[in-house]
């Protein structure tokens, strides 16, 4: 029972446009939200979260919107850079410290 | 601050061998995770400690499997009798009285 759904394995971007990562789940006790980002023999580096307070949290070229009522979020990076190329993981708890339910992971490439 | 550190980073062994893996969580994290990682998946929950306490255990965790935190510092993961199936990436991310999961690089199985 797949609770995260990452339902595009890959996605390619042009470097300076916007990348648009999505995460559906289906457990409604999910409280809090996560990205990660991983690249290879690295273990994952966390990026930004969302409570489900609010609907949409910045950080800098990244934002994370919520949407509760689809259960769907997405996360965009803009512009885009080669850096970015990479895994990007949603993940979800019910509170704060609590066990991470993963999705299978989107990877992002950036072509220069 | 030296981040999550876990060793070895890789372990070959034969099916049917005991394996141990350790993992040092960053300094005064009292949190203290395992997840599992097999290709194309995301990281699978395994257990938690509170400091010294296992809190919780997933059922993917099977009687050949063992994790303890002796002293509330570094852990370790015990996998007896190893199985083909067992063979996967192990993940261990500590944290702040449940603040952002932080992860170390893994230590990646191959059961032969």
């Known amino acids: 029972d797949q609770q995260v759904k990452q339902n595009s394995p890959s996605l390619s971007v042009q470097e300076g446009r916007i990348s648009i990562l999505n995460c559906d789940y289906t457990?409604?006790?999910?409280?809090?939200f996560l990205w990660y980002k991983k690249y290879p023999a690295e273990g994952p580096t966390f990026l930004i979260s969302?409570?489900?307070?609010?609907d949409k949290n910045e950080d800098g070229r990244f934002t994370v919107f919520l949407n509760k009522s689809a259960k769907h979020l997405s996360l965009h990076i803009v512009p885009s850079q080669p850096g970015d190329s990479a895994v990007y993981f949603c993940?979800?708890?019910?509170?704060?410290?609590?066990?991470?339910?993963f999705g299978t992971g989107t990877r992002l490439t950036i072509i220069p | 601050d030296t981040g999550v550190s876990q060793d070895p980073r890789h372990k070959i062994t034969k099916r049917g061998q005991n394996v141990t893996f350790r993992c040092d969580p960053i300094?005064?994290?009292?949190?203290l995770y395992w997840y599992r990682q097999t290709l194309g998946q995301g990281p699978e929950f395994l257990t938690y400690?509170?400091?010294?306490?296992?809190?919780?255990k997933s059922r993917l965790l099977s009687d050949r499997f063992s994790a303890e935190r002796p002293k509330g510092s570094f852990s370790t993961l015990e996998i007896q009798r190893t199985e083909q199936g067992d063979s996967a990436m192990y993940l261990c991310?500590?944290?702040?009285?449940?603040?952002?999961?932080?992860f170390g690089a893994g230590t990646r199985l191959s059961v032969l």
């Open positions: 457990n409604s006790m999910f409280d809090y």
């Open positions: 969302i409570s489900s307070i609010k």
């Open positions: 993940a979800a708890n019910r509170q704060e410290g609590e066990k991470l339910t």
């Open positions: 991310a500590s944290s702040l009285r449940g603040d952002i999961q932080y």
């Open positions: 300094s005064e994290h009292n949190r």
């Open positions: 400690f509170q400091n010294e306490a296992q809190l919780e």
